[in-house]
């Protein structure tokens, strides 16, 4: 359903806006970029602020109205930090927009709107609009740059979507993360079994002493890269056993 997620945006000033949005977008799994007569593009310093996410950039669609952008979602929202009077249904909290847009998502296009970087959108443009969304912030100081707005609502429109179970999201590990097996485990054990025997600490197989350390390793969970550099420790401990 992601890709049914659109990003639009109205009349962007700095070029490098569209690039630094272009980025969160990437970073939230969001691919659908659309922007409404933006005012350079397309330009070096989009490119240059999207910073890996280039292709993002390249595959946006311009278009030189607000209608044109939205016309085959069945979910438009607006984002905006300013209340306004119109009867347009209005998320007080971007999460409860997410749940919304994912779900809708899931079988037609929808759209996220974010307006110029000084006075957002007009009161035309919201009406093209199905529903508002605002950013909670300091009341003092409720300031959002462009790209950063775009990256508060797509990351609660990527995490809406991750908790969904037919997402089937999984937080990738590095392979050096990842717990050991039972037989890597196993041969660790048998490893520092025979090195306390070779070194004395125990004369003999000591039942209740080999059941306390395996307790210990199981409580600290080495990951594979911390059991191997525990393996090469005792490696080099049995060497300098061997030698004496």
Same mark, same amino acid.
């Given at each position: 359903?992601?890709?049914?997620?659109?990003?639009?945006?109205?009349?962007?000033?700095?070029?490098?806006?569209?690039?630094? %949005?272009?980025?969160?977008?990437?970073?939230?799994?969001?691919?659908?970029?659309?922007?409404?007569?933006?005012?350079?593009?397309?330009?070096?310093?989009? $490119?240059?602020?999207?910073?890996?996410?280039?292709?993002?950039? =390249?595959?946006?669609?311009?278009?030189?109205?607000? =209608?044109?952008?939205? %016309?085959?979602?069945?979910?438009?929202?607006?984002?905006?930090?300013?209340?306004? &009077?119109?009867?347009?249904?209005?998320?007080?909290?971007?999460?409860?927009?997410?749940?919304?847009?994912?779900?809708n998502a899931a079988n037609d296009p929808?759209?996220?709107?974010?307006?110029?970087?000084?006075?957002?959108?007009?009161?035309? =443009?919201?009406? +093209? +609009? $199905?529903?508002?969304?605002?950013?909670?912030?300091?009341?003092?100081?409720?300031?959002?740059?462009? &790209?950063?707005?775009?990256?508060?609502?797509?990351?609660?429109?990527?995490?809406?979507?991750?908790?969904?179970?037919? %997402?089937?999201?999984?937080?990738?590990?590095?392979?050096?993360?990842?717990?050991?097996?039972?037989?890597?485990?196993?041969?660790?054990?048998?490893?520092?079994?025979?090195?306390?025997?070779?070194?004395?600490?125990?004369?003999?197989?000591?039942?209740?002493?080999?059941?306390?350390?395996?307790?210990?390793?199981?409580?600290?969970?080495?990951?594979?890269?911390?059991? &191997?550099?525990?393996?090469?420790?005792? &490696? %080099?401990?049995?060497?300098?056993?061997?030698?004496?």
């Open positions: 359903m992601l890709p049914n997620i659109r990003i639009v945006l109205v009349q962007t000033y700095h070029p490098g806006n569209i690039g630094a %949005s272009a980025r969160a977008m990437k970073t939230m799994g969001l691919t659908d970029l659309v922007l409404v007569n933006p005012r350079c593009f397309p330009d070096a310093e989009a $490119s240059r602020l999207a910073a890996g996410a280039e292709g993002v950039v =390249e595959s946006a669609r311009v278009v030189d109205s607000l =209608e044109a952008a939205v %016309s085959d979602c069945v979910q438009v929202v607006g984002a905006s930090a300013r209340l306004r &009077s119109m009867p347009l249904p209005h998320f007080d909290e971007p999460a409860e927009m997410a749940e919304a847009v994912v779900g929808v759209a996220l709107v974010f307006g110029r970087e000084r006075f957002g959108l007009t009161n035309d =443009e919201i009406r +093209c +609009c $199905s529903h508002q969304v605002s950013i909670p912030a300091n009341p003092d100081y409720g300031v959002l740059n462009l &790209s950063q707005a775009v990256q508060v609502l797509a990351y609660e429109t990527f995490r809406a979507w991750r908790q969904r179970p037919e %997402s089937d999201f999984r937080t990738p590990r590095p392979l050096h993360d990842r717990q050991p097996t039972r037989e890597q485990l196993g041969h660790f054990h048998d490893h520092l079994s025979r090195l306390m025997q070779a070194s004395g600490f125990i004369t003999q197989p000591h039942a209740r002493t080999e059941e306390q350390l395996q307790a210990l390793f199981a409580r600290a969970q080495p990951s594979r890269k911390e059991l &191997s550099l525990l393996r090469g420790l005792l &490696s %080099s401990l049995e060497r300098q056993i061997i030698e004496k």
